[in-house]
């Protein structure tokens, strides 16, 4: 697929998808959305793919809605904002759920639906200088609904409710407090950061058990406290069968370097 709106480029199984319109500050619309699904679908499902980054150009991560699209939903009726609303609901859907682990780059601001974005990524790494963390949507009538399940589950019920009704802008060091943030890194180290803690996963780890760690976080919240273990340890001995663990531990048992 031709993008537009994004970049998406995979090199020695890092794929980085770029979110690419620098002179609107990355806003979203639908076409973003709906290119951005396309790519995390495409990541999910390249075998050669085993980290994902997400980074923007430009001096801001992403600003929210594009205000052209703002004016543009302003007008459509319950329907059409239904199947608006399901669409980035799928997106963030996808980045959470999805079976490789996503890292966000957040220089700049991340705001409304961009702040949303980075939170519902497995690791967020953000400029010390210059990275803006807010779930402003209550400033202008709206609310983050969709992002909030996952926000709760990242930061806890308490922050969330400050940040949300709140609605204020936070610094990297603030965002890192909080717990929405995951690594602080100099502006000038940001870029090098990330792709040093991908390469150490991709070198350091089982593709089958990210996807079932991954798996585990999207299952296990919700259950009952004897339901959550009774998965887990099945799941546990499912895994105990899989070729990677039999030729991880053959290799710990050999203290041979195991290549993943």
């Known amino acids: 697929m031709d993008f537009t709106r994004i970049k998406s480029v995979t090199d020695h199984r890092i794929c980085t998808i770029t979110l690419s319109r620098p002179e609107m500050d990355n806003a979203l619309d639908d076409l973003m959305v709906s290119e951005l699904m396309s790519a995390f679908q495409s990541a999910n499902r390249d075998p050669n793919v085993k980290v994902i980054l997400l980074n923007a150009e430009g001096d801001s991560f992403c600003s929210g809605a594009d205000l052209s699209y703002l004016q543009k939903i302003s007008k459509f009726d319950f329907i ?3 199947e608006d609303s399901n669409s980035l609901m799928r997106l963030f859907l996808q980045i959470y759920t999805g079976r490789k682990p996503v890292i966000a780059v957040v220089q700049g601001g991340a705001l409304a639906g961009g702040c ?13 200088e210059t990275a803006m963390f807010g779930y402003t949507e209550a400033h202008i009538g709206l609310v983050p609904a969709i992002v909030l399940f996952f926000l709760i589950r990242r930061v806890g019920e308490g922050k969330a409710r400050e940040m949300t009704l709140r609605g204020h802008v936070m610094t990297a060091d603030e965002a890192y407090r909080s717990g929405l943030v995951n690594v602080i890194a100099p502006e000038t180290e940001i870029a090098a950061t990330s792709r040093r803690m991908a390469e150490e996963i991709v070198k350091n780890c089982s593709s089958s058990s990210l996807g079932l760690i991954k798996e585990l976080f999207s299952r296990i919240h919700g259950m009952s406290v004897s339901d959550a273990l009774s998965y887990a340890a099945n799941l ?14 053959e290799a710990f ?8």
């Open 116 to 128: 949303g974005l980075a939170t519902v990524c497995d690791i967020v790494i953000a400029s010390k």
């Open 236 to 249: 546990n001995a499912l895994t105990r069968m899989t070729d990677d663990c039999k030729k991880g531990i």
């Open 253 to 260: 048992l050999r203290k041979e370097p195991i290549q993943w």
């Open 80 to 82: 059409q904002n239904q």
